[in-house]
């Protein structure tokens, strides 16, 4: 990326989303609640649909604000006046002295960007209509900025997915589009996109489409939140040559329980990823921080242009303000109290500015605070906290110079005056949470909760400050977590339910989502690390019964887990019907982790409908949906055993109903996934010629080799009786002999199981099993089922079989009796 920059000015576009303004905006999950409380929707009392997650916040805010100046006024309320949020500082920052991009396009509705910009005193164009998309010239080197989707400002911004497609589409009559200007800007530019979750029929994602139809000049970066989003986005994105994505470097262990699932998700915050790209470009700090009493002469007047003519029209004596900041430069260099050590923190400051946290760590060690004043240690403190905040914990090596920045802040502390000292720690909460976490991941987990523990008494959760019910609430989980780690799973409960008291004292609608996941972690710990089932049960149920209030991930895990406490109990019965609910209810989802649930309860639903002995139609059903469904899902390995096993049940189904191609095809597929099983009843049937087999893809020898190297009795005998099949040759029977005498090594219970099989052929009269129970008679193997002699049923055998007369002799070996 920033080697294209050698090559081109501004060789890429920025694309940025809702995460780039989180934190100061609600993002979309948070909005859809916003509209529930405001509609006071009762379970059941509104169908929406659950599954896409734009249509669901475009049903839910139509529902709510039916009317585009309402909906505008409501984005108003939530937008205007709001906090810049770091992010929006970052990329402007980095729009204004890299020459990385020059140009951003964004669905947000917020003017974060615009604002930094104006702060920083950047001049740039924004273009926030299709009717203003001529203001944007892709040739000059302007920033400007784009809003697809309009902003805040305008009743007509494109809040519903009607909207949206709308602002999608390409005209005959006028290039004056959105599309049309993305096509304009993506012709020769690459994007980076940061914080957008591509929502598919948007104009971003529609023209992202049509562009990688054809190559890109340079390569599409593209910064996923997290690996669930990344598994999101569609194949074509995906699976294309000249995109590359970024995705935080831990992913979920999906065979870890689901407590840790849901508490261990890493995710790639946008900041981080504007800190990376500004240290990597090792861009100066702006020059609002760098030389503030300049930029503000620059600001008012142009640098020195104000006059200082007395006579001059200047209503606002703006001359006396210019030669005020004038004196004050003079005078800055003149403080008696500027130390050494104070100029390296100066230093210091700027490297944080310019995203350097690990070059300003390195500084810090050399500095002595007992050298810095009070307004100095003030200041340090406010720096440690902003290289907390940020400075990159990936590995285990920068963990440790992260607490080395939180040592720097305790030693500080104590340098400040004892009256600030407590009301310093209490504002600092969040950073004491970040330092837990990092003793978590280090496996330091009582450091972690001794942290917590300070955290959670200076916390004031009175009814009147709510704020920090939203601010600290994962102090609990956190804690709840560190107890569970430590081998204490009653404490954590008791942890999470404390939260949940508090919640339910203070009744904010907002946070109900925090009460819901605070009591399924519960229900998980009852069920995973107590086995307290009835418990569970409880929890679960309490949360179904909520359904409409409960966003669609916490319904699903929840009714996921009941069915789990049922089969676990061997409550078959109850079990299915949940499973047969949680198909309907959720068979259309587009979530990823659902439709791992949804994989794994289809499954489930599989072996009780086997074990139950369910019509054959029901079991290749589930066997269908468990293929479809696996089909749409990335990371397809993950299910490779369920699919081959849905292959396999479906293939004996169609066997039974004398669907020969059809099963065949079904063991092919399950074959390739690696079913040794398969490929011995592919031989099976291509040795009985039942389906067509003549231009097969893989020979028997292939079909049986992992059978014959697991040394499986099944691939023993059909390798034998495939050599022997329609042949005279002695040598073949003398072959195929040696291989069934060897079974005698073999365990009987698994030749018995074997043995089941061509008895019931010969009780077909399918004189295939003759032969079979014939030859392990002549072995000693076992002893005949009816009574026949090996003359008896070789006799029968040569009806279709060419045996040869040493057959009949019994071989004198060792005599393997079946008990």
């Given at each position: 990326?920033?080697?294209?920059?050698?090559?081109?000015?501004?060789?890429?576009?920025?694309?940025?989303?809702?995460?780039?303004?989180?934190?100061?905006?609600?993002?979309?999950?948070?909005?859809?609640?916003?509209?529930?409380?405001?509609?006071?929707?009762?379970?059941?009392?509104?169908?929406?649909?659950r599954g896409d997650s734009a249509e669901e916040y475009s049903q839910w805010l139509q529902q709510a604000f039916p009317h585009s100046i309402s909906r505008q006024n409501f984005f108003r309320n939530l937008i205007e006046n709001k906090q810049i949020t770091t992010a929006n500082f970052k990329l402007a920052h980095l729009l204004s002295a890299g020459n990385l991009a020059n140009i951003v396009v964004t669905p947000n509705f917020d003017d974060f960007l615009s604002r930094a910009l104006t702060l920083f005193n950047i001049k740039h164009i924004v273009c926030d209509h299709p009717g203003t998309s001529f203001k944007i010239n892709v040739e000059r080197s302007d920033i400007q900025i784009v809003h697809v989707h309009g902003t805040y400002l305008s009743y007509d911004c494109c809040n519903l997915t009607s909207e949206i497609n709308e602002r999608n589409q390409i005209s005959n009559i006028t290039n004056r589009t959105m599309a049309s200007l993305f096509d304009r800007i993506a012709d020769t530019r690459s994007p980076i996109i940061i914080g957008y979750s591509g929502w598919e029929n948007d104009v971003v994602m529609t023209?992202?489409?049509?562009?990688?139809?054809?190559?890109?000049?340079?390569?599409?970066?593209?910064?996923?939140?997290?690996?669930?989003?990344?598994?999101?986005?569609?194949?074509?994105?995906?699976?294309?040559?000249?995109?590359?994505?970024?995705?935080?470097?831990?992913?979920?262990?999906?065979?870890?329980?689901?407590?840790?699932?849901?508490?261990?998700?890493?995710?790639?915050?946008?900041?981080?990823?504007?800190?990376?790209?500004?240290?990597?470009?090792?861009?100066?700090?702006?020059?609002?921080?760098?030389?503030?009493?300049?930029?503000?002469?620059?600001?008012?007047?142009?640098?020195?242009?104000?006059?200082?003519?007395?006579?001059?029209?200047?209503?606002?004596?703006?001359?006396?303000?210019?030669?005020?900041?004038?004196?004050?430069?003079e005078n800055e260099g003149k403080d008696p109290d500027e130390t050494e050590d104070y100029n390296f923190f100066q230093t210091t400051r700027q490297f944080v500015r310019r995203s350097q946290y690990d070059k300003a760590l390195k500084l810090l060690d050399s500095i002595n605070i007992n050298n810095l004043d009070e307004r100095h240690r003030t200041e340090l403190l406010q720096v440690l906290a902003t290289i907390i905040f940020n400075v990159d914990t990936e590995d285990d090596e920068k963990k440790q110079e992260a607490l080395y920045a939180h040592e720097l802040f305790e030693e500080t502390i104590k340098c400040i005056k004892s009256e600030k000292i407590e009301e310093i720690k209490k504002h600092a909460a969040p950073m004491y949470m970040l330092k837990a976490q990092l003793y978590q991941d280090l496996g330091e987990l009582e450091k972690g909760l001794e942290?917590?523990?300070?955290?959670?008494?200076?916390?004031?959760?009175?009814?009147?400050?709510?704020?920090?019910?939203?601010?600290?609430?994962?102090?609990?989980?956190?804690?709840?977590?560190?107890?569970?780690?430590?081998?204490?799973?009653?404490?954590?409960?008791?942890?999470?339910?404390?939260?949940?008291?508090?919640?339910?004292?203070?009744?904010?609608?907002?946070?109900?989502?925090?009460?819901?996941?605070?009591?399924?972690?519960?229900?998980?710990?009852?069920?995973?690390?107590?086995?307290?089932?009835?418990?569970?049960?409880?929890?679960?149920?309490?949360?179904?019964?909520?359904?409409?209030?409960?966003?669609?991930?916490?319904?699903?895990?929840?009714?996921?887990?009941?069915?789990?406490?049922?089969?676990?109990?061997?409550?078959?019965?109850?079990?299915?019907?949940?499973?047969?609910?949680?198909?309907?209810?959720?068979?259309?989802?587009?979530?990823?982790?659902?439709?791992?649930?949804?994989?794994?309860?289809?499954?489930?639903?599989?072996?009780?409908?086997?074990?139950?002995?369910?019509?054959?139609?029901?079991?290749?059903?589930?066997?269908?949906?468990?293929?479809?469904?696996?089909?749409?899902?990335?990371?397809?390995?993950?299910?490779?055993?369920?699919?081959?096993?849905?292959?396999?049940?479906k293939a004996f189904m169609l066997y039974d109903k004398h669907d020969y191609t059809g099963a065949a095809s079904c063991f092919i597929d399950a074959f390739e996934l690696g079913s040794d099983i398969a490929g011995i009843n592919l031989v099976y049937m291509i040795r009985r010629g039942e389906f067509d087999y003549t231009v097969g893809k893989y020979t028997v020898e292939e079909l049986l080799k992992r059978g014959l190297e697991n040394e499986d009795v099944f691939a023993i005998i059909n390798q034998a009786l495939y050599l022997v099949q329609n042949k005279w040759d002695l040598d073949y029977w003398l072959r195929a002999d040696t291989l069934i005498r060897e079974m005698s090594e073999l365990a009987s219970d698994e030749i018995e199981r074997a043995l089941d099989w061509w008895i019931n052929l010969a009780g077909l009269n399918d004189v295939e099993g003759d032969l079979v129970i014939g030859w392990l008679l002549r072995h000693q193997l076992i002893e005949d089922p009816k009574g026949l002699t090996l003359r008896e049923r070789l006799d029968k055998a040569k009806i279709n079989w060419f045996v040869q007369d040493f057959m009949y002799n019994k071989e004198e070996s060792m005599l393997k009796t079946l008990k």
């Open positions: 990326m920033v080697f294209a920059t050698t090559e081109k000015e501004n060789p890429f576009f920025f694309i940025v989303g809702a995460g780039i303004s989180s934190g100061s905006v609600p993002v979309a999950s948070e909005i859809i609640t916003r509209c529930k409380n405001k509609l006071n929707v009762k379970d059941g009392e509104i169908n929406v649909l023209s992202l489409k049509k562009r990688l139809e054809m190559r890109l000049p340079y390569n599409l970066y593209w910064f996923c939140y997290s690996h669930d989003a990344y598994k999101n986005l569609p194949d074509w994105l995906v699976h294309h040559n000249d995109v590359v994505f970024v995705v935080p470097s831990e992913r979920r262990n999906e065979d870890a329980s689901f407590t840790e699932q849901l508490q261990k998700n890493k995710v790639l915050d946008a900041n981080i990823v504007l800190d990376k790209i500004i240290s990597g470009l090792d861009l100066p700090e702006p020059e609002i921080t760098s030389d503030p009493i300049n930029f503000f002469i620059k600001f008012i007047g142009g640098n020195d242009s104000v006059s200082n003519d007395s006579v001059s029209n200047d209503a606002f004596f703006l001359n006396h303000v210019v030669e005020k900041l004038k004196k004050l430069r942290i917590i523990n300070e955290v959670l008494e200076r916390i004031d959760f009175s009814a009147d400050d709510s704020r920090n019910v939203k601010k600290y609430w994962h102090a609990y989980s956190l804690k709840g977590e560190l107890l569970l780690d430590l081998g204490k799973p009653l404490e954590s409960i008791a942890s999470y339910s404390e939260l949940i008291s508090i919640l339910e004292k203070m009744d904010i609608l907002e946070d109900e989502q925090i009460m819901w996941s605070s009591l399924l972690t519960i229900g998980m710990i009852y069920e995973e690390e107590l086995q307290d089932f009835p418990n569970a049960e409880k929890l679960y149920t309490k949360l179904l019964d909520l359904d409409e209030k409960l966003d669609e991930k916490t319904y699903a895990i929840s009714l996921f887990k009941k069915i789990g406490v049922n089969l676990q109990r061997e409550d078959f019965l109850n079990a299915l019907s949940l499973l047969e609910q949680f198909e309907s209810k959720f068979i259309d989802t587009r979530e990823t982790l659902i439709k791992r649930l949804l994989v794994s309860s289809l499954d489930n639903k599989l072996k009780l409908v086997i074990a139950n002995d369910v019509s054959g139609p029901e079991v290749i059903d589930t066997c269908n949906k468990i293929i479809t469904v696996c089909a749409d899902i990335e990371e397809k390995e993950d299910f490779d055993e369920i699919v081959c096993n849905a292959q396999i049940k």
